[in-house]
C-alpha cells in the first residue's frame, strides 16, 4: 500500500476529493468508527445509527467498486480512539505515513490532521458551489456581509434560475410571500421513510448498547443510510412536498411536525447528495410549471444562499469562533433543553421532537429554542453544544454560525444585522401552540405571562447600550419608552421571575 485515503463518517462522496486524487491499485481507503467522534458532544443516537450505517454502506460500495477499505467498527476490539489513531494503526499494518484527506468541517479535526506523526496531504473539500478562496475574496474589504448579495453571486455561478445575467422572474428573493401560517392538511405528503436492513440493524444494535445514556430515541430509525436511497427522499420532496414550501417554510404546527420542509440536509451534509444536484432538481420542477417559483427560489436560496455563505463564514472566523460571547451571556442551559418539564406549549413540543427525530425545522429551531435561550441570557457555548450534539444535520462548520452567529448574536452581528428576538406574538402568529399552553401570549405581566413576552423586553432593556443605535431596533425601544412605568416594572418583574426559577431549577 502507497498511501491511505481518509473518508470520514460526513465524506461520504464518490466524488470526494481525497478519491479522485487516489490510485485504486495502490491506496488504502481509511474509514473508522471510533469513540472520540462518536462522542465529542452526546449526539443524539440516531445521528450516530445515520452515520455509522451510511458509513458501512458507503464502504461496502466502494469495495464493489474495486477499491480496497479498511474499515473499523467501533466495537472491534483493535480500534483505537481517535481518526489519528486509526491512521496510525492503518500505516504500520501497511508500512505507510502517507496520507490523503479532504479537509474536514470541523477545526478541531483540522487540527489533529495538522498535528499527527504522519505526511498528510490535505485537499479541499469542493463539495461546495463557492470554494474557501471564493467567499474569502468575496468577503474581504466589505463592510458587512450579509448573505443576499452573496447569493446573487452563487445564483450567477451556477446559472440556476437564471435568464442571462438576470434573476428568472425579475426578482431575487420571493420571501415576502414566504411568511403564511400553516393549518392542518390531511392530505400532505410526509418525509419518505426506509426500512432499515441487516446492516442498519446491526447499527442499531451497537447504537442502542453503546449510546443509551444520549438524549434521543433511537427507533424507529427510517432514514435513508445510501444514495440512493436519498436520491428517492429528493424525488418525492420534489414531486410532492416542494409546491408549498415556500408558503409555509416558517409555519409551525403541534401534529405535523415537517409541514412542506425537505429533511435533506442529514443526508447533504454527510455527502450522500450534491448541493448542485439538489437545486437542479428543483429547478426542474418549477421549469416543467409544477411549483411557482416563491416555493423553488426559497429553497434553492438556503442551499446555495445560506449553506454555503455559512461555511464561508466557519472559516474565515477561526477556530475561537465558537467561544465567542459577544452579549457576555452566562446562564447555565435550562433542564428543559433536555427534556425537563416545562409549561411552555412552543419550547415542549421542539424538544419532544427534537428528542423523538433527531430534528426540528429552522423556525423552531431559531424562533422557539433558539430565542428562548438568547432572551434567557444563556451562554451561547452550552447552546452551541446543544444544538451540534441534537440535531441530525449538525457539524460545526454549519451548526455553528447559526447558532453562534444568526441565533444568539454572540458573534456580535457578523451574520445577523439584529439579534433574531421575539416576544411570544410571533410565535402565535407562525404556530399553533399558544392555544394549548399554560401561559397566556396575550398576557404581558403577572403569573401567566408567556415569558417570551416579559424576557424580550427585559433583553432589550439589558442590552440596551448595544442596540438602541441599530436603526432596526429603534422602534422596539421607543415602544418601550412610551410604555408607563408600573407596566415596565411589572414586565421587568416577571421577567427577574422567570430567571430566578431558572436559576433555582425549577419549571418554567
Ligand atoms: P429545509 O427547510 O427543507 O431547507 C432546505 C435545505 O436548505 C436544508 O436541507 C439545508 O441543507 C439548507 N438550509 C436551510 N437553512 C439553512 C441554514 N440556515 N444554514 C445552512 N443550511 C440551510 N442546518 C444544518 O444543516 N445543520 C445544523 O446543524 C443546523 N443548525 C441550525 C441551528 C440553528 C439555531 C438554526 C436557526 C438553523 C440551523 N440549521 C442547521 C439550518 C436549518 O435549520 C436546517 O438546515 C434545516 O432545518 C434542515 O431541515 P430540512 O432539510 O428539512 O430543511
Ligand atoms: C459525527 C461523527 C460521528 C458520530 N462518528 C464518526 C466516526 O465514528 N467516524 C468518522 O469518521 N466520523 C464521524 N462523525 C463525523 C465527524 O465528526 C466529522 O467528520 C467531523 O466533525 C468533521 O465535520
Ligand atoms: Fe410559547 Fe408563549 Fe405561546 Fe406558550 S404562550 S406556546 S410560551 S409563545
Known amino acids: 500500500v502507497k498511501r491511505l485515503i481518509l473518508v470520514l463518517g460526513d465524506q461520504l462522496s464518490k466524488t470526494l476529493s481525497a478519491l479522485r486524487e487516489a490510485d485504486k491499485d495502490s491506496d488504502l481507503v481509511v474509514m473508522a468508527e471510533v469513540a472520540d467522534e462518536a462522542s465529542y458532544v452526546g449526539h443524539h443516537p440516531k445521528k450516530i445509527a445515520l452515520i455509522f450505517s451510511a458509513m458501512r454502506h458507503f464502504a461496502g460500495e466502494l469495495q464493489g467498486d474495486g477499491w480496497q477499505v479498511a474499515y473499523s467498527r467501533l466495537d472491534d476490539d483493535e480500534t483505537s480512539k481517535s481518526i489519528v489513531g486509526e491512521l496510525m494503526r492503518r500505516g504500520q499494518e501497511h508500512d505507510t505515513t502517507e496520507v490523503v484527506a479532504t479537509r474536514p468541517g470541523e477545526w478541531r479535526l483540522i487540527e489533529a490532521l495538522d498535528n499527527a506523526p504522519l505526511t498528510v496531504k490535505t485537499l479541499p473539500d469542493d463539495r461546495f458551489v463557492a470554494s474557501l478562496d471564493e467567499f474569502n475574496t468575496w468577503a474581504e474589504g466589505r463592510k458587512s456581509l450579509r448573505m443576499e448579495y452573496f447569493y446573487r453571486d452563487m445564483r450567477r455561478k451556477t446559472g440556476l434560475m437564471m435568464e442571462g445575467d438576470e434573476p428568472a422572474g425579475e426578482k431575487w428573493n420571493y420571501d415576502h410571500e414566504n411568511r403564511k401560517p400553516a393549518s392542518g392538511d390531511m392530505l400532505r405528503s410526509t418525509p419518505m421513510e426506509f426500512t ?28 435513508a443510510v445510501t444514495r440512493g436511497q436519498a436520491l428517492r427522499a429528493l424525488d418525492h420532496f420534489a414531486k410532492n412536498l416542494l409546491d408549498c414550501f415556500g408558503d409555509y417554510q416558517d409555519a409551525m404546527l403541534q401534529d405535523d411536525r415537517f409541514l412542506h420542509h425537505s429533511l435533506l440536509s442529514q443526508y447533504l451534509n454527510i455527502g450522500l447528495l450534491d448541493p448542485v444536484e439538489i437545486c437542479t432538481r428543483v429547478e426542474e420542477e418549477w421549469k416543467a410549471g409544477n411549483v411557482p417559483i416563491n416555493a423553488a427560489e426559497g429553497f434553492i436560496r438556503q442551499i446555495i444562499g445560506w449553506r454555503e455563505y455559512v461555511r464561508g463564514i466557519y472559516f474565515r472566523e477561526g477556530p475561537d469562533y465558537v467561544t465567542r460571547n459577544a452579549l457576555g451571556h452566562e446562564r447555565d442551559l435550562p433542564w428543559m433543553y433536555w427534556g425537563g418539564e416545562t409549561h411552555m406549549n412552543c419550547v415542549s413540543h421542539a424538544v419532544d421532537q427534537t428528542r423523538e427525530l433527531a430534528y426540528a425545522h429552522h423556525i423552531q429551531r431559531l424562533m422557539v429554542t433558539g430565542n428562548f435561550a438568547v432572551l434567557a441570557g444563556v451562554d451561547p457555548h452550552q447552546v452551541h453544544e446543544w444544538y451540534l450534539a441534537v440535531y441530525h444535520d449538525a457539524y460545526e462548520w454549519v451548526e455553528a454560525p447559526n447558532v453562534i ?25 407562525m404556530s399553533d401552540y399558544c392555544g394549548s399552553c399554560a401561559y397566556s401570549v396575550k398576557e404581558k405581566t403577572g403569573e401567566k405571562a408567556c415569558p417570551f413576552n416579559l424576557l424580550y423586553w427585559d433583553f432589550l432593556v439589558r442590552h440596551r447600550e448595544k442596540f438602541a443605535g441599530n436603526p432596526r431596533m429603534g422602534q422596539m425601544y421607543a415602544t418601550w419608552d412610551r410604555m408607563k412605568d408600573d407596566r415596565k416594572e411589572a414586565v421587568l418583574e416577571g421577567a427577574k421571575r422567570i430567571l430566578d426559577r431558572l436559576d433555582a431549577g425549577e419549571v418554567v
Open 405 to 429: 452567529g444568526m441565533s444568539q448574536f454572540a458573534d456580535d452581528g457578523i451574520i445577523a444585522s439584529k439579534p433574531y428576538v421575539s416576544s411570544g406574538n410571533y410565535i402565535d402568529k
Open 196 to 223: 432499515p436492513d441487516q446492516i442498519t440493524e446491526e447499527v442499531l444494535n451497537l447504537v442502542e448498547k453503546k449510546f443509551d445514556k444520549n438524549f434521543g430515541v433511537l427507533r424507529p430509525f427510517t432514514y
